[in-house]
């Protein structure tokens, strides 16, 4: 009788304690928390706007907060509606070099300085370079049918934007994005985004699901302790796994790999989708077709700047599945510049400078951990690359677009 009583008054404890750590986190913590997502979301949304020449872009002169895998980072942008260093007109007695590209170059998780135009603009301050600078068109899902659609439609409707270069960076996603333009769209609908995230819908959501535990760690403080604590001695886990098996493929001992390898891994098996473009029988049946369709465009951009006398560059760089797999990688890399070859298009391939030293090591110091973008590190060696392809006249302290052939 003693021990039923004991146990009942324990339930009742334990009904009563998550009842009330319930009712705090959704009053308190949660309304708070999610209040902060909701605002920054709605901001996102609202700031990230349709277009109907090029699809979407950002709003012009806007200030707002973004999001990438948790990590907090602010946009502004200038009345083209790129993103910069502050909300501004931009100068119409500079020079300007455009980089347009994915979330690559927009720098998705990274402030401003951070990014690859970021980096650049560095050097051009550096070096006091006067009235000359890059422009980041970059936004965070385009691809090439849409580079060429929004530097047509920038040009043509700044005239007074004195641009004397175009920089194109190619990224992988840009190969599965492809299939949304085959048809080459000559305009895109005007639909409204709407605002749909809503801290209640997360407590429904679960609560119709029926998993506890998922409900537990959601929607109360002590879940998500107790997912946290979980989390970090699952992490724990992962790295004795992940060190045995880097020992094993390098042919180390087991206590002679660093956590930076380590990590490294973690970048490597991001975006699975992705990398199953690059070998077998995807990249026969589809990656090849959508590949000439991104450099058909890019061809079309150069037909189109050639008329105005602005020089066309591209970029191709490496992911990190890349820089651990040979065969996807060759087959991309080998690919893409012949076919620039043909075309007789400048480009540049930065593989050989992320591919130089302790691969792995690379991944850690130049990617965002468990993550195929470029960091602070990764975006400052890649603008290092490109810059090679800028004259410096150090007396008139100018700078000047020249391809160089040596890349």
Known sequence: MIMMIRLRNILIFIFLYFFVDLLMTQLFLFNFYYNKLEKQFASDIENRILNPNYQYTFAKKKSFKSNYIGQEYTIKTNNLGFRDYEVRDIDKDYNYTIVIGD???????????ETVVGHLNK????????????LNAGVTAYSS?????????????????KTDSVIV????????????YLDRPKSFPDKKVEHKF?????FLKDLKKGDLWRFLYKQTTTGFVLKKIGDILDLKRRNLRDRYLLSKRLEKSFFKINIKQINALRSTNVRKGITNFLHGDLWETKT????????ENVVLLKNFLDKKNIELLVVIFPWP??????TPRENYKNYVIQKLMNKKINYISAYKYFLDGDIYTNISDHYIY???????QGNSLLSDVIWKNYLINEVERTVSYRPNYEN
């Open 103 to 113: 979330s690559f170059v927009e720098g998705v998780g990274l402030e401003y300085e």
């Open 123 to 134: 050097k051009i301050r550096s070096y006091n370079i006067k009235n000359y600078e890059f």
């Open 145 to 161: 049918y849409i580079y060429l659609k929004k530097i047509v439609t920038i040009i043509k409707e700044n005239p007074w934007l």
């Open 169 to 180: 960076v190619l990224d992988k996603s840009d190969i599965p994005d492809a299939q949304s």
């Open 198 to 202: 809503k801290s209640t819908q997360f």
């Open 288 to 295: 090849k077709k959508y590949l000439d369709f991104e450099i």
């Open 321 to 326: 599945f890349e820089l651990v797999n040979e």
């Open 370 to 376: 468990n993550d195929q973008h470029l960091n602070g």
